[in-house]
């Protein structure tokens, strides 16, 4: 049986994992709780420019990290943090969310492949500058896909895809599965990639 958003807003715990990254710091992932804001604001604010433009909000401040708190259990998005146990700072952002919304669906239907569009998350990752290429994406990535399964999602897409000169996400997803299903303008309109996963 398939967990729902509520099973986690009223026990997080449920969905509660933790790892080691290459330098021996332990990492825990856990469901975005209403408690916090304060830390999430912190982890937006020190986003590079850079980061922010492969991860874009419309504010990276207090603001922003109490409004996506605050929508806990109230729309189709689950939110996760990781927190480094040494330092109890968030490191990282993974964003899912349930619901393929129009424009995505109509540029899926553009595409060869045909899709279970109710068997399909929509995934958004972000890691804090200091801890890219530290192994942080690799270590945590099959808690990802078992979130995803929990959910009885068989496929994974990227969350407005990936822009196409970020060639060092390309190789990761790439290294971890995923595969192009083609090129689209985003929202902004930069040059993007779709990718997708099958989960196994």
């Not at 509520?6 to 509660?16: E, R, T, V």
């Not at 922010?52 to 419309?58: A, G």
């Not at 708190?69 to 952002?93: E, G, H, P």
Request: proline share 4%.
């Amino acid at each position: 049986m398939s967990l729902s958003l509520s099973d986690i807003a009223n026990d997080p715990h449920i969905l509660k994992f933790e790892t080691e990254i290459p330098s021996g710091e332990v990492l825990v992932l856990r469901p975005l709780e209403t408690k916090d804001s304060e830390i999430l604001a912190e982890f937006l604010r020190n986003l590079s420019p850079i980061t922010r433009e492969f991860y874009t909000l419309e504010s990276y401040d207090i603001k922003m990290a109490q409004e996506l708190c605050d929508a806990i259990n109230r729309y189709d998005k689950l939110r996760f943090i990781v927190v480094s146990k040494a330092t109890s700072k968030i490191i990282a952002l993974f964003e899912y969310s349930f619901d393929i919304p129009e424009g995505d669906r109509k540029r899926l239907e553009g595409y060869s492949e045909k899709f279970d569009l109710d068997k399909i998350v929509r995934f958004g990752p972000c890691i804090a500058d200091d801890y890219q290429n530290r192994g942080v994406g690799s270590a945590l990535f099959p808690f990802i896909l078992e979130i995803a399964r929990k959910f009885g999602k068989t496929q994974i897409i990227l969350w407005g895809g990936v822009l196409s000169h970020n060639e060092r996400a390309i190789k990761f997803y790439q290294k971890n599965g995923f595969r192009k299903l083609g090129n689209f303008k985003n929202q902004d309109g930069k040059d993007s990639i779709d990718m997708i996963l099958d989960i196994k």
